[in-house]
């Protein structure tokens, strides 16, 4: 059974910065691709940011410059920076590994606000 769990969400001003952890229970190598994907209060699950297996990465136009998605495969485990935070980027996080099939995170609250 594979497992993401998140991590890191929280409560930050706007122009901060954290930084999210989705910790994998087998090598991220393995998943074709891994994703972080955001839900806002009454809006659908959108994509923010994806790395593929060969390592190239995919952002949503909304965060492109100020997100950057990475990996330590010898922690089995895909990042999420996120710097120049704006309120418009609260929402619950997800980290998504795709493999014969999607799996999902629970999700981390990150909520952006003076």
């Known amino acids: 059974q594979v497992q993401l769990v998140e991590s890191g969400g929280g409560l930050v001003q706007p122009g901060g910065s954290l930084r999210l952890s989705c910790a994998a229970s087998?090598?991220?190598?393995?998943?074709?691709?891994m994703g972080w994907y955001r839900q806002a209060p009454g809006k659908q699950r959108e994509l923010v940011a994806e790395i593929t297996f060969d390592s190239r990465t995919n952002y949503a136009d909304s965060v492109k410059g100020r997100f950057t998605i990475s990996r330590d495969s010898a922690k089995n485990t895909v990042y999420l920076q996120m710097n120049s935070l704006k309120p418009e980027d609260t929402a619950v996080y997800y980290c998504?590994?795709?493999?014969?099939?999607?799996?999902w995170g629970q999700g981390t609250q990150v909520t952006v606000s003076s």
């Open positions: 998504k590994g795709r493999s014969r099939g999607d799996y």
């Open positions: 087998r090598n991220t190598f393995t998943f074709s691709a």
